[in-house]
């Protein structure tokens, strides 16, 4: 009975981790970019017309926005290929569909 829970609680919480960071991580990275976006088009341009926008936060806007769209894809391309009965590899730098052994 405890091997079942213990074998439980392990695959529980792998679960969890994976919801925290798709369900949730995704949109706070998303978040972040915009935040980020706005910083980098001139926060203070409302008070201050000299105020210049800051290209940092265009720089981070732009690269929480691209690992939002792997994410995204990453996601798709599994869905696309369990449909197919494949499976995603990561043996090499990009993601390849295999067929399933």
């Not at 001139?42 to 265009?58: I, K, L, M, T």
Request: with cysteine.
């Amino acid at each position: 009975m405890t091997d079942n829970l213990v074998l439980a609680l392990q695959g529980g919480w792998k679960v969890l981790v994976v919801a925290l960071v798709l369900g949730a991580g995704l949109p706070s990275v998303f978040a972040v970019g915009i935040r980020s976006l706005a910083w980098g088009t001139g926060g203070s341009a409302e008070v201050d017309v000299a105020a210049r926008p800051h290209p940092a936060g265009r720089a981070v806007a732009f690269a929480c926005f691209a690992v939002v769209l792997i994410g995204i894809g990453l996601g798709i391309s599994i869905v696309v290929a369990s449909g197919f009965g494949q499976s995603v590899s990561f043996e090499h730098i990009y993601p390849t569909f295999v067929p399933k052994k």
